[in-house]
């Protein structure tokens, strides 16, 4: 799991591969309910990175992004994205949306 510290950072991250990012906030309920559901499907998925972006740290990122409602969960392959989710996903759900 990979929590971005720099915005700078983001792009170099999703570029390559399949990166999934999870737009959260540490006071949201869902966004703490998710956190370990993710802990476990990164585990199991090593072809896939895992960001995590603090929408209270990174506002201009959340907005470029179009985040209304988190957890939200953003799926990236090679820099472009391709899938996203908004609310709880259980681990199934998570593994359908990287697949």
Same mark, same amino acid.
């Given at each position: ?5 720099? +915005?700078?950072? $983001?792009?170099?991250? !999703? ?5 999934? !990012? ?10 703490? %309910? ?5 802990? +476990? ?5 090593? +072809? !896939?990175?895992?960001?995590? !972006?603090?929408?209270?740290? $990174? ?5 470029? $992004?179009?985040? %209304? ?6 799926? $990236? ?5 391709? =899938? ?6 259980? =681990? =199934? +759900? ?6």
């Amino acid at each position: 799991m990979i929590y971005l510290e720099n +915005e700078n950072d $983001f792009e170099k991250i !999703v570029s390559e591969g399949v990166t999934l !990012v999870d737009f959260y906030a540490n006071w949201c309920g869902p966004c703490n %309910m998710l956190g370990p559901v993710l802990e +476990e499907v990164t585990k199991e998925h090593n +072809e !896939v990175k895992f960001l995590k !972006v603090d929408t209270d740290m $990174f506002m201009a990122l959340a907005q470029r $992004f179009g985040i %209304m409602s988190i957890p939200c969960l953003k799926l $990236f392959r090679d820099g472009v994205e391709v =899938k996203s989710s908004v609310g709880f996903m259980d =681990k =199934k +759900e998570i593994e359908d949306l990287i697949k």
